[in-house]
């Protein structure tokens, strides 16, 4: 059986739509895209020998390059798109029938999957973390139905912040051999203390593995993210992809934040996020106000205070945001606090100490 054989028939079957940019190479004269022939008005030129008036490579071979050399896979394993977002939303559309199939996902969890799945019409398995909020292996192999054509599992989870073992990954990719998808979202993985799942690619053709330059590489706004998966399933996605998913001055942003200055100062801020995320937490147990501060390994901390509403109106009125996530299962009075700069840390603990003089 092949990996492709879970996927929708008719996407399976599709005649992909095929771009002026991948059936002919760059030349001297191009005439064969409509597009300008001029770069556009105000805007610097080249940008990196690159003109804004014509049509990007739709997969970049530098920016491939350097992704598979960053996440030590082969190029024929990586998709990338407009963040890791893009990802989710053609996995489910490849893979799911429509009324037919269902995905899985742990709540509380990152809450792109559910909506795509949602817009889809995709019924959403929900199988809830356990009362430490890790991932119960046995507890979601039971529930998953035959019906089951991805899951997702996010590593370390937005909004808990804690890891799944490369153990119950394995067993859970084995289990779901030949009948599901297993997809590990690892947005925020540079900040374990734990290698990524992609060492496990090799031996689960069902295995996927999402990652992001928007969380630590800081390009949240270039939207640059990927899926490293069987080369077959990248093939797959690439057919229903749009023809240009990444827009040129990503491609240069992205390519300058991962040359040997950009991977040596990223090295250094995930350290200093790392060792800001301990300080943190370490301050926060202190606050009478904090109830539960959870054991995190991404750039976040997910804490229960006595009064989150409270302390939230109060942070707002002092200037610093944070994250509500009281809206997901069994995080009520929970805030999600993401790591900043030393100095906005130390703001947002000088605040909480006043509210707690103060209130
Ligand atoms: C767990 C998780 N996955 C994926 C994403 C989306 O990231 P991207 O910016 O790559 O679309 C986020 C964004 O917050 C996230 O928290």
Redo the contacts with the bound molecule.
């Keep these: 059986m092949s990996i492709l054989d879970l996927a929708r028939p008719e996407i399976r079957g599709l005649q992909a739509y095929s771009s002026a940019r991948t059936e002919a190479a760059m030349a001297e004269v191009m005439l064969n895209a409509n597009e300008s022939a001029w770069p556009p008005a105000g805007v610097p030129m080249p940008l990196h020998g690159r003109s804004l008036n014509r049509y990007p490579d739709p997969q970049p071979r530098d920016l491939l390059a350097r992704l598979a050399e960053l996440y030590s896979v082969d190029e024929s394993r990586i998709l990338m798109g407009?963040?890791?977002?893009?990802a989710?939303d053609l996995l489910i559309r490849a893979f799911r029938r429509p009324g037919m199939d269902a995905i899985a996902i742990a709540p509380p969890t990152?809450g792109?999957y559910s909506v795509c799945a949602a817009i889809q019409g995709a019924k959403c398995i929900q199988v809830p973390l356990d009362r430490r909020f890790e991932l119960d292996v046995d507890v979601l192999l039971e529930k998953l139905p035959a019906s089951l054509k991805v899951v997702f599992l996010?590593s370390p989870?937005?909004p808990t912040g804690g890891l799944i073992s490369h153990a119950s990954i394995g067993r859970i990719a084995t289990a779901l051999h030949e009948r599901a998808l297993v997809i590990v979202?690892e947005?925020?993985i540079e900040f374990a203390n734990a290698p990524s799942a992609t060492v496990l690619l090799g031996r689960h053709e069902n295995l996927g593995i999402?990652r992001?330059?928007?969380?630590a590489w800081g390009l949240?706004g270039a939207?640059?993210?990927c899926l490293l998966a069987d080369s077959e399933v990248i093939s797959l996605l690439r057919r229903i992809m749009p023809p240009y998913p990444l827009p040129t001055p990503s491609i240069v942003a992205a390519l300058a934040a991962l040359n040997a200055e950009g991977l040596e100062l990223t090295r250094q801020r995930i350290g200093l996020v790392v060792s800001e995320r301990e300080r943190l937490a370490a301050a926060l147990v202190r606050l009478p106000s904090v109830v539960e501060v959870l054991p995190s390994q991404a750039n976040f901390l997910c804490v229960r205070f006595d009064d989150a509403a409270r302390v939230q109106r109060s942070l707002q009125r002092d200037g610093v945001i944070v994250r509500d996530v009281g809206r997901h299962p069994r995080l009520e009075g929970y805030l999600r606090i993401t790591v900043g700069s030393r100095e906005e840390n130390s703001r947002l603990l000088e605040a909480l100490v006043r509210q707690e003089v103060s209130g």
């Design positions: 407009r963040g890791s977002d893009e989710i990152f792109m996010c989870n937005n979202d947005a925020y999402l992001t330059l928007s969380k949240a939207r640059v993210g």
